[in-house]
């Protein structure tokens, strides 16, 4: 392949990459816009909201009204212990899967794969009969307990121990180290990379979750944010203002995860193919 081949396949990835990007983002800056505008609903053209003057209001309403706190800090409980949960068991089941020999292990791990493939739509009717029958509706333990542990966390976390060399390991043993000393303090350091990836693809999960925080809350208590916005919707009888407002507040935590952690999260996801 000669400069010039080269040099035009760059530019057109780059191109494309644009393109996508800017696909990406519109929305983004068209909610931050309709967000700092009084009654975005009474312009007609873009241009007269891209002239319109530029308000907090729709802020400072959002965050004061309609219990949108509460739901705030709903959505941090919830999505806080159950990514905790998930980097803890996800640990503990991707270590013994990839590193324990014991009877059925084939079979059980292949049940893991077979509840990875099955939509929520299908658990949803069996889940919530489970929920009402041990009296979990309206509760934090509805929200939290049934997702501490995920299929696709334990997978993961499963496939990269494997690619782990473990000669470390045997070293540690020889050493008379235990099992739980390996697994937190030898598999764990290594394994920081995916854990990484695992907790904020949870927490992100389940801070943007709105299926079951629907199906299993019934009052303004123990409402999730997604939740939240959606009966604020129906209250305000689509006061875009303020929805995107308080839509522009729920997507902080998202982009200050990615901006924090983005170098971990390509490290996270680069480092098994890395591997050798």
Known sequence: MNRSTTAFSHYAVNVLLFIVALGMLTPMTWMIITSLRANPEQYGTLTEILGAATTLENYRDAWQSDNFLRYFMNSLLVASFVTAGNVLFCL??????????????????????????????????????????????????????????????????????????????????????????????????????????????????????????????????????????????????????HLMAGASIAALPVLALFVLFQKRIIEGLTAGALKE
């Open 92 to 241: 503990w089941a991707g270590y013994a899967f990839a590193r324990r020999q014991f009877r059925g292990k084939g079979l059980l791990f292949a049940t893991v794969l077979g509840v990875l493939i099955v939509p929520q739509q299908v658990i949803m009717i069996p889940l919530y009969r489970l929920m009402a029958e041990i009296g979990w509706i309206n509760s934090y333990a509805a929200l939290i307990v049934p997702w501490l542990v995920t299929p696709f966390g334990i997978f993961l976390v499963k496939q990269y121990i494997e690619s782990m060399p473990s000669e470390i390991e045997d070293a540690a043993r020889i050493d008379g180290a235990g099992e739980w000393y390996i697994m937190f303090r030898v598999v764990l350091p290594l394994a920081r990379p995916v854990m990484t990836v695992l907790a904020i693809y949870i927490f992100l999960s389940n801070w943007n979750a709105f299926l079951f925080p629907f199906l299993f809350t019934n009052d303004e208590a123990h409402r999730t944010l997604p939740v939240g916005l959606a009966f604020y919707l129906g209250k305000q009888s689509i006061d875009w203002g």
